[in-house]
């Protein structure tokens, strides 16, 4: 992740790269995602972390563009 990101409301940030699972949240459980993600790196398993501070307005293309990427690979 690019911590010298500027914050704007309504974005979604991606912590962590993957494609075979997606965890979107925000606060002290996406320290627990992130942990998740690098264990199960470990056994191939590629599992994206997001970052939502702010669900109003929620960036709804966003969510559709990671959930259809996550329709992509499962086909």
């Known amino acids: 992740?690019?911590?010298?990101?500027?914050?704007?409301i309504?974005?979604?940030?991606?912590?962590?790269?993957?494609?075979?699972?997606?965890?979107?949240?925000?606060?002290?459980?996406?320290?627990?995602?992130?942990?998740a993600a690098l264990e199960l790196r470990k056994m191939g398993i590629k599992m994206g972390v997001y970052?939502?501070?702010t669900i109003k307005p929620l960036n709804e293309?966003?969510?559709?563009r990671i959930a259809r990427s996550q329709q992509h690979n499962r086909y």
Do not use: K, Q, W
């Open 51 to 53: 970052n939502v501070p």
């Open 1 to 8: 992740m690019d911590m010298d990101y500027e914050f704007r």
């Open 61 to 64: 293309d966003a969510v559709v």
């Open 10 to 35: 309504g974005e979604i940030y991606e912590l962590i790269d993957g494609d075979d699972i997606v965890v979107m949240g925000y606060g002290p459980p996406l320290h627990s995602a992130v942990r």
